[in-house]
């Protein structure tokens, strides 16, 4: 489906983002054993050392000395394997649960076109055998905000259109961007932004809470308030530099896999200029999302068909820039010459 003179854009595209990526998350696993190692360790030698400081002086002294007498290297392992241990239980359960959440979510929302539009579900019946994939199960979205985008790989796929898209577009136009969702499919860009999105939700995942607020409970009171706020601190700047190196990474191939989709879409339709009305009208209905900002940037963000109405032209835009597309799509038409 993706023409040939696209393959290796978005071949560069993909190696880049997947490399980046890859990177992130090795960045992310490190920070992940080192914070719950960390803050373990800590706790257990801060307790150990206060219960025996004030019910054993010397041995609180012998403890204390015992850790500033061990190596860097020693520190290090001990807190890694520590944080290895402790990562399945306290990190990785919480962060998968969340993930399957949220695909559980978007995959099963709304009602089955089947039931109650059984014309689109004709249409992408129809599209996914032009494209020999696997037909995907369409679901209608009660939501007044136009939205359609795609989730999973060709054989088990969900395609979600809320009822703005219907109210929005005439079935010429429905089917066109039926297209567009079916061509992600065919290109496999599913299981692609799968890879990409994960790592962003770990990365939110880890992101620190509120600064940590001083109170005068003890004197080593400020000690503590200290610690805790260079830790923070310091997850601040790293996770912040994860989540946007994620944000680059997506951009990068979102923007790619985007503009081999509508030129797919106009092939299995024949009719480009029928996309760029579709595209046209629903850029035109966009409004603010009045849902959770934090679900529509995940939600519709990367997978929708249209970036957010707030983003902003960007190396870290999730969509080539709608005027573009359009203009594409319309000189794609042969009768515009």
């Given at each position: 489906m993706v023409p040939s003179w696209s393959l290796l854009s978005l071949g560069v595209r993909m190696l880049v983002s997947l490399?980046?990526?890859?990177?992130?998350?090795?960045?992310?696993?490190?920070?992940?054993?080192?914070?719950?190692?960390?803050?373990?360790?800590?706790?257990?030698?801060?307790?150990?050392?206060?219960?025996?400081?004030?019910?054993?002086?010397?041995?609180?002294?012998?403890?204390?000395?015992?850790?500033?007498?061990?190596?860097?290297?020693?520190l290090i392992g001990i807190i890694s394997v520590v944080g290895l241990v402790l990562l399945p239980s306290l990190y990785l359960t919480p962060v998968r649960r969340e993930i399957n959440e949220f695909r559980t979510d978007l995959?099963?929302?709304?009602?089955?076109?089947?039931?109650?539009?059984?014309k689109i579900a004709a249409m992408a019946r129809r599209l996914a055998q032009q494209a020999s994939v696997p037909e995907p199960d369409v679901r209608i979205v009660n939501r007044d905000r136009p939205e359609t985008y795609t989730l999973g790989g060709s054989a088990n796929s969900t395609i979600i259109i809320t009822r703005g898209v219907i109210q929005q577009l005439d079935d010429p136009e429905i089917e066109a961007v039926l297209a567009h969702e079916v061509s992600h499919l065919s290109n496999g860009d599913g299981r692609l932004v799968n890879y990409l999105l994960v790592p962003l939700l770990i990365a939110e995942e880890l992101k620190p809470g509120a600064r940590p607020r001083f109170q005068l409970v003890h004197t080593y009171a400020f000690v503590l308030y200290l610690g805790q706020l260079f830790l923070w601190a310091g997850l601040r700047v790293i996770t912040t530099v994860q989540?946007?190196?994620?944000?680059?990474?997506?951009?990068?191939?979102?923007?790619?896999r985007e503009l081999a989709a509508?030129?797919?879409?106009?092939?299995?339709?024949?009719?480009?200029?029928t996309l760029a009305s579709a595209l046209t009208k629903l850029a035109d209905s966009r409004g603010q999302p009045t849902e959770?900002?934090?679900?529509?940037?995940?939600?519709?963000?990367?997978?929708?068909?249209?970036?957010?109405?707030?983003?902003?032209?960007?190396?870290?835009?999730?969509?080539?820039?709608?005027?573009?597309r359009i203009e594409r799509l319309r000189s794609m038409q042969p009768d515009s010459k």
């Open positions: 490399s980046m990526i890859a990177l992130v998350s090795a960045t992310i696993l490190g920070v992940a054993v080192v914070v719950a190692g960390g803050i373990a360790v800590g706790s257990v030698v801060f307790v150990l050392y206060f219960v025996a400081l004030f019910v054993f002086p010397s041995v609180g002294e012998a403890l204390l000395t015992s850790v500033l007498q061990l190596s860097s290297l020693t995959g099963t929302t709304g009602t089955l076109a089947t039931d109650r539009h059984p989540l946007w190196s994620c944000y680059l990474a997506i951009g990068i191939c979102s923007r790619g509508d030129t797919a879409a106009a092939e299995l339709t024949g009719q480009p200029h959770d900002l934090r679900t529509h940037a995940r939600s519709a963000g990367v997978l929708d068909i249209l970036p957010p109405a707030q983003e902003l032209r960007s190396p870290f835009s999730t969509h080539p820039s709608t005027e573009r």
